[in-house]
């Protein structure tokens, strides 16, 4: 048994939604999350930058001494998951290959379509990994880069014209390609799975790479008898800008109320 707790950390509030769903598998764990909110998006930024970034944003959190930590950052994880693993002793789990595992288990025709951020399709990092586990699958990678920014503007609903036209005009070239599973790579993306689903159509199967990242972090920890003791663990939520604007916004990703208000963090201290 181990009760320090997990770090999380993202360039805003999508990955919320890993919390979300590492509560829901592990509620006995205590969790620190850090929402880069006066960064965000990460999705246009330089590989250098989203260092520097993800560097300071890990430092932070290894001030809690964390047992592991979640990169629930698409970017991050697809541009900079193994250097941050080289230069850290703290266990590091990305999004990118639980979700890759997931997909090519649930593939029918070997045909995987990816939509996230420029930076994570630039990044070439599930290309590699699909071509490592499962080099029979074709994948077929989109960026999506106004998602984020109209996702943490609450444009997420089914009948919002805007968010509509948006997807439909991402996502309809993924459908014609005959994918039958669909990434979502970017944890903000998961608010979207109506949206998408209704452009996609039933047939397709969404991956939330959120969701196959805290599976992960579930197995890691318990192959490792390294999980919390029985009992109700709690949330620290951490930001770097507007607390009340991260508060505002956050019951969208956690479907619920949080239970802290979200402490204010230099991050360039770090």
Do not use: W
Request: include cysteine; hydrophobic fraction near 40%.
């Amino acid at each position: 048994m181990d009760t320090r707790p997990i770090g999380v950390f993202d360039s805003g509030l999508g990955g919320l939604t890993a919390v979300r769903e590492l509560r829901r598998q592990m509620p006995s764990e205590h969790i620190i999350y850090f929402g880069d909110t006066s960064r965000v998006p990460y999705g246009n930024r330089s590989p250098e930058t989203l260092l520097k970034y993800a560097r300071q944003d890990l430092r932070f959190l290894a001030t809690f001494r964390p047992k592991a930590v979640v990169i629930a950052c698409g970017t991050v994880s697809s541009n900079c998951l193994d250097t941050l693993q080289a230069e850290n002793d703290i266990p590091i789990i990305g999004v990118v290959e639980p979700a890759v595992k997931r997909a090519a288990a649930a593939t029918r025709n070997r045909r995987v379509g990816l939509i996230a951020t420029r930076a994570s399709v630039n990044s070439g990092a599930y290309q590699r990994r699909f071509a490592a586990l499962a080099p029979e699958i074709t994948l077929i990678g989109r960026p999506c880069p106004l998602f984020v920014p109209l996702v943490e503007e609450g444009r997420v609903r089914t009948g919002d014209s805007v968010i509509e036209t948006v997807a439909a005009e991402y996502l309809t070239p993924l459908r014609e390609e005959g994918v039958d599973t669909l990434v979502l790579g970017c944890t903000h993306y998961p608010l979207l799975r109506e949206v998408i689903g209704t452009v996609m159509g039933p047939d397709v199967t969404l991956i939330d790479v959120g969701q196959e990242a805290a599976r992960a972090a579930r197995a890691y920890l318990q192959a490792r008898s390294a999980a919390a003791p029985k009992g109700q663990g709690d949330v620290v939520y951490c930001t770097s800008d507007r607390p009340a604007d991260f508060e505002r916004m956050a019951r969208m990703f956690l479907y619920e109320d949080m239970e802290h208000s979200p402490r204010l963090v230099d991050i360039e201290a770090y």
